[in-house]
């Protein structure tokens, strides 16, 4: 296999984009909680609502202490709210478990509800500066072209890992700024749909450039249109309860304007169901 780490360090160390979580000092929760954030979100919607939450809960026990309805809250638009409680939850789970200290070690991690493998890997390494690969989407295009000569990835699997760690160095700090060299790389570079291959630090050792640049097929899961859908009326019925700051709202109330009742009704219960919200009563409130 052709070395990748060297040209990725040097191009990340001279192009890499000044984001808050990149920066000394910024801290194991700032990156919990702006890669959770980051999970399906533009960076640029991001980082408002980051430094706005943090100055707000600078650590998981000052987030734990208050109720997740301010977190659903503080989410405001970002979407897929889900991620707010689970924010909330692990919140209370590093108080409750580990002294309020964002745990290390990545088994602990996993541990903290929402948690998956990228977000684990990616705090102990980025936070911590323990050596383990870190694959995200990104990730996974730019070895998908560069090391199999892939146009696109193939669904997520644990091979993945072990992809990345063959393109590791053994030491520590070099393989953290690779792991995060190769995101930056498919987030500004090798991107799904334009890639600037003439811009790439690894174009002379890309197994997709030198075969042609084959279109081998898409396996990615599309994503469902917003526009109409059911996540569009949760979103709906979300800010009704937000806007309504502390107080419950009618459940007849609620965008009782939505051109299709059963979505809406459906869009409701689902937010129950996920304990987005608490029904009493005929009301529905942001959960206490």
Same mark, same amino acid.
């Given at each position: 296999?052709?070395?990748?780490?060297?040209?990725?360090?040097?191009?990340?160390?001279?192009?890499?984009?000044?984001?808050?979580?990149?920066?000394?000092?910024?801290?194991?929760?700032?990156?919990?909680?702006?890669?959770?954030?980051?999970?399906?979100?533009?960076?640029?919607?991001?980082?408002?609502?980051?430094?706005?939450?943090?100055?707000?809960?600078?650590?998981?026990?000052?987030?734990?202490?208050?109720? &997740?309805?301010?977190?659903?809250?503080? /989410?405001?638009?970002? *979407? $897929? +709210?889900?991620?707010?409680?689970?924010?909330? @939850?692990? #919140?209370?789970?590093?108080?409750?478990?580990?002294?309020?200290?964002?745990p290390?070690?990545?088994?602990?991690l996993?541990?903290?509800?929402?948690?998956?493998?990228?977000?684990?890997?990616?705090?102990?390494?980025?936070?911590?500066?323990?050596?383990?690969?870190?694959?995200?989407t990104?990730?996974?295009?730019?070895?998908?072209?560069?090391?199999?000569?892939?146009?696109?990835?193939?669904?997520?699997?644990?091979?993945?890992l072990?992809?990345?760690e063959?393109?590791?160095?053994?030491?520590?700090?070099?393989?953290?700024?690779?792991?995060?060299?190769?995101?930056?790389?498919?987030?500004?570079?090798?991107?799904?749909?334009?890639?600037?291959?003439?811009?790439? &630090?690894?174009?002379?050792?890309?197994? /997709?450039?030198?075969? *042609? $640049? +084959?279109d081998?097929?898409?396996?990615?899961? @599309?994503? #469902?249109?917003?526009?109409?859908?059911?996540?569009?009326?949760?979103?709906?019925?979300?800010?009704?309860?937000?806007?309504?700051?502390?107080?419950?709202?009618?459940?007849?109330?609620?965008?009782?304007?939505?051109?299709?009742?059963?979505?809406?009704?459906?869009?409701?219960?689902?937010?129950?169901?996920?304990?987005?919200?608490?029904?009493?009563?005929?009301?529905?409130?942001?959960?206490?």
């Amino acid at each position: 296999m052709p070395d990748l780490a060297t040209p990725l360090i040097a191009w990340y160390r001279e192009s890499a984009r000044d984001l808050p979580w990149r920066r000394e000092g910024f801290g194991a929760w700032g990156v919990l909680v702006s890669e959770l954030m980051l999970q399906q979100t533009p960076v640029a919607r991001v980082v408002p609502h980051l430094e706005a939450w943090l100055e707000r809960w600078p650590t998981p026990a000052a987030l734990a202490t208050d109720a &997740p309805a301010d977190a659903v809250r503080q /989410w405001a638009n970002l *979407g $897929y +709210p889900r991620r707010a409680l689970w924010l909330h @939850r692990a #919140a209370v789970e590093i108080r409750d478990r580990h002294a309020g200290i964002v745990p290390r070690d990545v088994d602990a991690l996993l541990a903290l509800t929402g948690i998956g493998d990228y977000t684990a890997r990616a705090v102990a390494v980025f936070a911590y500066g323990d050596r383990h690969p870190v694959v995200d989407t990104n990730t996974r295009r730019v070895l998908a072209r560069s090391v199999d000569g892939r146009s696109q990835p193939g669904p997520p699997s644990k091979r993945d890992l072990a992809a990345m760690e063959a393109i590791l160095p053994a030491d520590a700090e070099a393989a953290a700024i690779v792991n995060a060299a190769a995101m930056e790389l498919g987030a500004v570079v090798c991107t799904a749909r334009a890639p600037a291959c003439d811009s790439c &630090p690894i174009a002379d050792r890309c197994a /997709w450039r030198a075969a *042609g $640049y +084959p279109d081998t097929g898409d396996e990615r899961r @599309r994503r #469902a249109r917003y526009e109409g859908s059911d996540r569009q009326a949760r979103g709906a019925v979300l800010k009704v309860l937000r806007d309504a700051a502390l107080h419950a709202v009618p459940l007849d109330d609620l965008i009782a304007d939505w051109p299709d009742p059963r979505q809406r009704d459906r869009a409701i219960d689902s937010l129950i169901a996920d304990g987005l919200a608490e029904a009493w009563g005929g009301m529905l409130r942001l959960p206490r």
